[in-house]
């Protein structure tokens, strides 16, 4: 079964800063895709950026950046420029590319930004 | 982007009696809806799936003649928390995704269950 793993329950960074959250993934698949899910305290569930496996250039939104290493089964997200509104609950997902399968979700990590 | 709405934002119902949450995907058919149960500061637990026209796939330990769900359209699906329990009280969570192959899944904002 696939896992999700974000060992990070809490981190914080300065407004303006940069800070990179963790994400490591278990999966035997070879087509697959991967997420970063922002929860803000409303809990409403925003994708923040995707990438898919058989990319191999790192996705990028804006101030999100993702650093994707296939082969260590690692996905973290990079935030630049932190604003006030980053501060929310991410969450790492992951699911196969083909069929209907569910997204599998990481236990998150709680990122406070310092003005 | 999609939309996906949930109704109601809140409920607060007595132990015993049941309770039922709509979700609408409103600008987008939806081959598929995910029901996630979310406790406080925990992760997003997935309890079924349901697919349009067919009886919905329960994860493990989850209850499905509790958490009953019908996937009657596609642009409905519905939670019936049944004989509800103050160990039920949690955030609920759909999530609709379009067919064909698409990644793209969309969330609702959520409901809040409150059994008193």
């Known amino acids: 079964a696939q896992t999700v793993t974000q060992s990070q329950p809490e981190m914080s960074v300065q407004e303006a800063e940069t800070v990179t959250l963790s994400c490591t993934y278990d999966t035997s698949e070879s087509d697959y895709y991967l997420f970063w899910y922002k929860q803000p305290p409303s809990r409403q569930m925003i994708l923040v950026i995707r990438?898919?496996?058989?990319?191999?250039q790192n996705a990028t939104e804006n101030r999100f950046s993702v650093n994707f290493q296939k082969a260590a089964k690692s996905f973290s997200l990079k935030i630049s420029d932190s604003q006030l509104g980053d501060a929310a609950m991410y969450f790492c997902?992951?699911?196969?590319?083909?069929?209907?399968?569910?997204?599998?979700f990481g236990k998150g990590t709680r990122l406070s930004v310092i003005a | 982007g999609a939309v996906v709405s949930q109704h109601p934002s809140r409920v607060i119902c007595k132990s015993g009696t049941s309770v039922k949450i709509e979700c609408r995907s409103l600008d987008f058919q939806a081959t598929t809806m995910f029901w996630y149960r979310q406790f406080p500061k925990k992760s997003l637990m997935l309890m079924a799936t349901?697919?349009?026209?067919?009886?919905?796939?329960?994860e493990q330990g989850v209850e499905k003649d509790k958490f009953l769900i019908n996937h009657a359209s596609l642009t409905l699906s519905t939670l019936t928390v049944t004989s509800a329990h103050p160990e039920d009280s949690s955030f609920y969570i759909c999530?609709?995704?379009?067919?064909?192959?698409?990644?793209?899944?969309?969330f609702g904002p959520g409901t809040r269950l409150t059994v008193t």
């Open positions: 990438q898919e496996a058989y990319k191999q």
């Open positions: 349901s697919n349009e026209g067919s009886k919905a796939t329960y």
């Open positions: 997902a992951y699911r196969l590319y083909s069929g209907n399968t569910p997204l599998v």
């Open positions: 999530s609709a995704r379009v067919g064909g192959g698409s990644y793209e899944q969309y």
